[in-house]
Nanobody, 125 residues
Framework: QVQLAESGGDSVEVGGSLRLSCAISGDTSSRTCMAWFRQAPGKEREGVAAIYFGTSATSRTNSVKGRFTISRNNAKKTLDLQMNSLKPEDTGMHYC??????????????????WGKGTLVTISS
């Protein structure tokens, strides 16, 4: 079992930055894969970025490449998402997620076994 708790969501203006953090508790291993997903109002949940613990391989959806960075802080047991140059389309509930194996690098929801409750990001123009 893995428990996830997100924080850091806020309302910021276009072009601003935010850092989301996910506190991780429970059983993780080198086979754990973790990701950030987001869901805008009226839209499906989409994968944003993922990291596989065993190799530190990462993936990001095209719309955030060059702007978002996913990282893992082993000492604090957190998964972080640094978001820069924010756009209105980045608005939505952001979820921390965990799965096993490299599947979550595909950024598909069906690769996820555990979800956090989400933190809201609002970008205003």
């Amino acid at each position: 079992q893995v428990q996830l708790a997100e924080s850091g969501g806020d309302s910021v203006e276009v072009g601003g930055s935010l850092r989301l953090s996910c506190a991780i508790s429970g059983d993780t291993s080198s086979r754990t894969c973790m990701a950030w997903f987001r869901q805008a109002p009226g839209k499906e949940r989409e994968g944003v970025a993922a990291i596989y613990f065993g190799t530190s391989a990462t993936s990001r959806t095209n719309s955030v490449k060059g702007r978002f960075t996913i990282s893992r802080n082993n000492a604090k047991k957190t998964l972080d998402l640094q978001m820069n140059s924010l756009k209105p389309e980045d608005t939505g509930m952001h979820y921390c997620a965990a799965g096993e194996g490299t599947n979550c690098l595909s950024l598909q929801p069906n690769a996820i076994n555990f979800w956090g409750k989400g933190t809201l990001v609002t970008i205003s123009s």
